[in-house]
Nanobody
Framework: QVQLVESGGGLVQAGGSLRLSCAAS????????MGWYYQARGKQRDLVAT???????NYADSVKGRFTISRDTAKNTVYLQMNSLKPEDTAVYYC?????????????WGQGTQVTVSS
């Protein structure tokens, strides 16, 4: 019922910036929360940032002050502005949403987009 389309990943030098986008489409849902998670090679998937439908945000300590999550509610789209990128930010970044269906809540994942930060 919900599809997530991600874009914006790529290769950037340390200290540079990238902006990730994730748009949710489908029918029969309303968004409770959207967020970004990252997974480095051989590691588990961890939280980067989340934003609720009311605009409340939460960040991993490692990205506070560097990354900003935002959303366009009309487009069901979430963004992650990544500044002052570090090599340790290199990972696959996954969009996630938890939505409200008529029958209850359900989570969905995007396919991931690679972010590579060179030193």
């Amino acid at each position: 019922q919900v599809q997530l389309v991600e874009s914006g990943g790529g290769l950037v030098q340390a200290g540079g910036s990238l902006r990730l986008s994730c748009a949710a489409s489908g029918s029969g849902f309303s968004i409770n929360v959207m967020g970004w998670y990252y997974q480095a090679r051989g590691k588990q998937r961890d939280l980067v940032a989340t934003i609720t439908s009311g605009g409340s945000t939460n960040y991993a300590d490692s990205v506070k002050g560097r990354f900003t999550i935002s959303r366009d509610t009309a487009k069901n789209t979430v963004y992650l502005q990544m500044n002052s990128l570090k090599p340790e930010d290199t990972a696959v970044y996954y969009c996630n949403t938890v939505v409200q269906h008529i029958y209850g809540t359900r989570g969905y994942w995007g396919q991931g987009t690679q972010v590579t930060v060179s030193s």
